[in-house]
Nanobody, 117 residues
Framework: QVQLVESGGGLVQPGGSLRLSCAAS????????MGWYRQAPGKQRDVVAT????????YYVDSVKGRFTISRDNAKNTVYLQMNSHKPEDTAVYYC??????????WGRGAQVTVSS
């Protein structure tokens, strides 16, 4: 049974930084693609960034390119999202997603990020 737990969210000022972590329990982490998604109030959940199982391939939505960095540590079963130069429109609940090699998907419960002065 896979469980994903996000941490590191909170309140940050515009221009500030936060780092989200997503710790995975269970097996298969090192063979799974991972991703961060976010859902703002009243909006659908959208992809923010993804990373391949080995970490060599990453994808970012245009709105976060140059500001956010996704990374992973397969020895620790953890994926990270370093977020810099925050903007108010980054305010959302951020979710971690695991896409195992055998198909399907697992989601964390989410971490609130609020960008406000």
């Amino acid at each position: 049974q896979v469980q994903l737990v996000e941490s590191g969210g909170g309140l940050v000022q515009p221009g500030g930084s936060l780092r989200l972590s997503c710790a995975a329990s269970g097996s298969g982490f090192s063979r799974a693609a991972m991703g961060w998604y976010r859902q703002a109030p009243g909006k659908q959940r959208d992809v923010v960034a993804t990373i391949s199982n080995g970490g060599g391939i990453t994808y970012y939505v245009d709105s976060v390119k140059g500001r956010f960095t996704i990374s992973r540590d397969n020895a620790k079963n953890t994926v990270y999202l370093q977020m810099n130069s925050h903007k108010p429109e980054d305010t959302a609940v951020y979710y971690c997603k695991m896409a195992p090699y055998y198909g399907g998907a697992y989601w964390g419960r989410g971490a609130q990020v609020t960008v406000s002065s």
